[in-house]
């Protein structure tokens, strides 16, 4: 219910500062998550992350559904949404932050730069505070943001029974790719 | 009686084969069953869809969550990543439906996407995935 009172606000905000052109997002973003071990790669990739960028303030918000991450096995779907994450429960885990040096970002200047952000994540329904490091890509109107997170599943009250924790690795690697694109309201 | 015993070892050693053969399968051989055989759990238009959704989103979640869908609706936009996927938009570009078509299901349906334009009625079938801003509907199809 939070998630959707944050959802609702941004919309509406965007809606409310129509003419307003530092507002960005996308409904079809990136996120892979990544466990590497002698065992087994284990890769979740989902697609359809719905994510705001605003470059005036550097807020950064996106939003995914458990359910919606994809993986090449069908019993590791099952078991990521049956017994991990607990998708009927948790369906939604989220990221509200900000771009950390946004100063050193011109947007105006199509370009590559390095992206630090911080902010609380939620999965399981835990928030924890966390900061990401990777790259900011400006292309004219087009804004590509690829933060980097790293998390260790307990630390969301994820559990993973002893005789597959080998499987997993200890912390897994996030990557985040959100294509932006300038938010054009409907007229 | 050895012969016996012999017999009933023999049947031991099958069942734990076939056992162990059927674990080996269900772990790492099975596929993900196509959206194409998929039998809709329910049939509706997107717009009332997200209607659902937007009055209860957590009753609409415990519903339609997991759940296949056939849906009706106009196109409101289509758009392709660069990954390949397809999305389709339905009801309103921000608070609506969005309809992922996987890679390998854009290149079966290649003729069918391409003729896609704004403002076209379209039938899809996909598995509903929840509420964000919009209702996300994953592992679409077009139904001709």
Not at chain 1, 3 to 24: D, E, G, H, K, M
Not at chain 2, 40 to 47: I, N, V
């Amino acid at each position: 219910m939070k998630n959707r009172i944050v959802w609702l606000t941004l919309c509406l905000a965007f809606s409310l500062t129509a003419t307003a052109q530092n507002r960005y997002f996308t409904k079809t973003g990136h996120i892979d998550f990544f466990s590497h071990t002698a065992v087994e790669d284990i890769k979740g990739v989902n697609d359809q992350v719905t994510s705001f960028l605003d470059i005036a303030t550097g807020e950064m918000v996106f939003s995914v559904l458990s359910r919606s991450f994809q993986f090449a096995k069908p019993l590791m779907q099952e078991h990521f949404n049956e017994n991990y994450m607990e998708s009927e429960k948790f369906p939604k885990a989220s990221f509200e932050g900000k771009i950390a040096d946004l100063k050193t970002i011109d947007f105006t200047k199509s370009g590559k730069y390095p992206l630090k952000v911080a902010g609380k994540l939620t999965i399981h329904g835990v928030t924890k505070d966390i900061e990401a490091a990777g790259d900011l890509t400006i292309d004219k109107d087009k804004i590509v943001g690829q933060p980097v997170f790293s998390i260790n599943p307990e630390d969301y009250g994820i559990k993973i029974p002893g005789v597959v924790r080998q499987n997993f690795a200890e912390s897994m690697k996030v990557t985040v790719q959100m294509n932006y694109q300038l938010y054009t309201p409907k007229k | 009686m050895k012969m016996k015993l012999w017999r009933l070892a023999g049947i031991g050693v099958f069942l734990a084969l076939v056992a162990a053969g059927f674990v080996y399968w269900y772990g790492f051989l099975r596929k993900e069953k196509s959206i194409e055989k998929m039998k809709p759990d329910f049939e509706l238009t997107a717009d009332s869809l997200f209607s659902v959704f937007n009055a209860d989103e957590k009753a609409a979640t415990e519903k339609f969550g997991g759940k296949t869908l056939l849906l009706k609706s106009n196109v409101v936009s289509v758009e392709k990543d660069e990954k390949g996927n397809v999305t389709l938009t339905l009801v309103d570009p921000m608070m609506g439906v969005t309809c992922t078509i996987d890679s390998l299901q854009v290149v079966k349906q290649k003729t069918d996407i391409d003729a896609l334009r704004e403002g076209q009625p379209v039938t899809v079938k996909g598995r509903c995935d929840g509420m964000l801003t919009d209702v996300k509907i994953s592992k679409c199809m077009i139904v001709k």
